[in-house]
């Protein structure tokens, strides 16, 4: 009695249920004098595959009885067969292990010292064992599910928080892949947004093989994107059988959760978790804790896409406001001194002063312009992703500056963000090609760039002129002429013209190009 009060109390003593369960196999088998002992679980939701702990089982056994069709009901066949008395029932004895009232799995012992049977004794003592493992499997099991619970909690902590700090989208997404993948003990983990064909995108992906997946778009017609769309979870036990992204990849995983990342009645995405083939399927506690993992995201989503709209919408509204002042305060001033230096202007005498004044009121007008232009910039609204026009334009003549020598200057007049993309695009086409042959052949030490989008064509609309001048040698016989018929296709292809003006720099030097087109296609 002593000894069997002290294995009990060992039984009890781990938290573990691995743990427990090789204590228990262990203590069995010592208690009745055996040599082997196997604990066989039974899958929890009463599917999936018999789990087995063995204790002093050779390794040739334990494949046979891992590869029993009839799971742990022919176990004991398998282990009498392994002793010298094979066949007889005392020689192996098996008791069910109870947790909760539930049947857990079965105790089996064989190979008595000595060749002996089991008495009656050898059994009162290891169902004694058993119960008492039943109690300790319980407690392990509540022990492994607080912190498991405890685990999930914290990584939808870590996900809310990388969600709603983060900068990048992009990386708070990797950060709910990454931990879906280590919480749920699996090889791979992905999000998927909506694409615009109607499947799902994969978008961020924690898994050896990010690269052969990130990218790929899950048709709307397979069933899992209908059955997440829907709001539902998918459960696969071999995602390649279910066809729902038929390559090698998908061939290489087995149990898999599929999980709508839903809030609200809203679904965002879906949050995918795989096992390698041959592993362990997921539990009922893995699939409630990970489907309340990928709510809990789902609500970050959504909590730092609005703050991130309120934090838009005050840039915005900052914006608006130094576009009133710019237009109510500084335009007005500048107004203000342009008409002070026109009134410096009419009482001057000296000739160098009235052309001092004058280059400075013109220079008023050039900054003028160029403050309206940057309001209408100010004002426009958050849908322009790609850069306006103006960015481009300037590009391009920054980078005509490396080997002009010198920077362009530059004007813009109007809405010039506005300008249709056929029309913009071609704009900058023309730019280049302007500032390609003033380089090659106007020898020119001077260029100006201006870009009018307040220009109104014969036909009423509203269109948009380019016009680059400089104060070069002017237009050769042979060279820019295939320059300039190129650029006298291009207007005509969208409704606008090209044309060119000669002598209009110092001395009669140099050369104007002027392209213009609607802002519109027709």
Not at 330 to 342: D, H, K, N, P, S
Not at 433 to 443: D, P, Q, V
Request: aromatic share 4%; with cysteine; hydrophobic share 45%.
């Amino acid at each position: 009695m002593p000894r069997l009060l002290e294995a009990m109390r060992f039984v009890g003593a781990g938290l573990g249920l691995h743990t427990t369960l090789d204590r228990i196999a262990a203590i069995a088998a010592g208690l009745a004098d055996a040599h082997c002992a196997v604990v066989a679980v039974l899958p929890e939701d009463g599917e999936g595959k018999v789990e087995y702990v063995f204790h002093g089982v050779e390794e040739e056994t334990r494949d046979r009885i891992r590869a029993l069709p009839g799971g742990h009901r022919r176990m004991r066949q398998v282990l009498a067969r392994s002793h010298p008395a094979a066949g007889a029932d005392r020689h192996c004895m098996d008791v069910a292990i109870r947790v909760h009232g539930a049947l857990f799995g079965m105790l089996c012992l064989a190979k008595k010292e000595g060749g002996g049977e089991f008495t009656a004794k050898d059994v009162t003592l290891v169902r004694a064992i058993a119960t008492e493992a039943g109690i300790a499997i319980g407690n392990s099991r509540l022990y492994e599910e607080a912190s498991q619970r405890e685990r999930w909690i914290d990584g939808s902590v870590a996900v809310t928080t990388a969600l709603l700090t983060a900068s990048d989208a992009d990386e708070a997404l990797e950060v709910v892949a990454q931990q879906a993948r280590r919480l749920s003990d699996s090889a791979a983990s992905a999000v998927l947004l909506p694409a615009g064909e109607g499947g799902l995108e994969v978008v961020a992906v924690a898994s050896d093989r990010a690269r052969e997946v990130l990218g790929r778009i899950v048709p709307p017609s397979s069933r899992v994107v209908r059955e997440v769309l829907a709001g539902r979870a998918v459960f696969l036990e071999d995602a390649a059988t279910h066809a729902w992204m038929t390559d090698s990849v998908a061939r290489s995983y087995g149990p898999t959760m599929v999980l709508p990342l839903q809030s609200d009645g809203r679904v965002l995405g879906a949050l995918i978790t795989q096992r390698l083939r041959g592993r362990k399927p997921f539990t009922r506690a893995d699939r409630t804790l990970a489907t309340r993992f990928a709510s809990q995201a789902a609500l970050a989503l959504m909590l730092a896409d609005a703050q991130r709209d309120r934090e838009r919408l005050a840039v915005y509204e900052d914006r608006d406001r130094i576009a009133r002042d710019l237009h109510d305060l500084v335009i007005q001033r500048l107004f203000a001194t342009g008409m002070m230096l026109e009134s410096a202007h009419r009482s001057s005498a000296q000739p160098e002063v009235r052309t001092g004044v004058e280059k400075a009121v013109d220079e008023l007008d050039v900054t003028i312009q160029e403050i309206r232009g940057a309001i209408f910039a100010l004002q426009q609204g958050p849908a322009e992703r790609q850069p306006g026009l103006r960015a481009r334009v300037l590009r391009e003549i920054s980078m005509a500056a490396v080997p002009l020598g010198f920077r362009p200057s530059y004007r813009f007049l109007g809405p010039v963000d506005t300008v249709g993309p056929d029309a913009g695009k071609n704009l900058i086409a023309a730019l280049r090609e302007m500032l390609s042959n003033a380089y090659r052949h106007a020898e020119a030490t001077r260029i100006d760039v201006r870009v009018d989008a307040t220009v109104t064509l014969e036909d009423g609309r509203r269109g948009v002129r380019l016009s680059v001048a400089d104060d070069g040698v002017g237009i050769p016989l042979e060279g820019r002429r295939s320059g300039l018929a190129n650029l006298e296709r291009r207007a005509e292809s969208l409704g606008g013209t090209s044309w060119r003006t000669s002598g209009t720099g110092p001395g009669g030097r140099g050369t104007t190009v002027l392209w213009q087109v609607p802002v519109e296609a027709e």
